[in-house]
């Protein structure tokens, strides 16, 4: 998962944020640097790649982890897990609709490859 850092031409809110002229905003999505670029208020756009939250053959993902990590860690956590249980509940439970959404769109990868 890629998240990106945008330097602003203009004046500009992002999520209940005000920022200035020059400042950057950090850890954006593509949708959301799209967004802003569609607001004429975008000077610059830099791409990060995000580093696994967990290194390969670590113990599975659970509830617990994405429930009591941030918004952004726990879509990145999200985006690593392989198991549909803790996914379906993680959808159905889970009171942030951009954890939900990742959720329920890494379910829609793991049930469309079986």
Do not use: C, F, W
């Not at 999520?15 to 607001?39: H, P, S, W």
């Not at 290194?55 to 599975?60: F, L, R, V, Y």
Request: hydrophobic share 40%.
């Amino acid at each position: 998962m890629k998240t990106y850092t945008v330097v602003l031409s203009g004046y500009a809110r992002h999520n209940g944020t005000r920022y200035k002229t020059g400042e950057e905003i950090t850890g954006l999505t593509e949708v959301e640097v799209k967004r802003l670029q569609r607001a004429r208020v975008v000077a610059e756009v830099r791409e990060k790649a995000v580093e696994p939250v967990t290194p390969p053959g670590a113990p599975s993902i659970t509830l617990d982890d994405i429930a009591g990590a941030n918004a952004k860690d726990a879509i990145a956590v999200i985006a690593q897990a392989t198991d549909v249980d803790v996914l379906r509940s993680v959808a159905e439970q889970d009171e942030r609709a951009t954890v939900k959404a990742a959720a329920e769109k890494r379910l829609a990868e793991l049930t469309e490859a079986e």
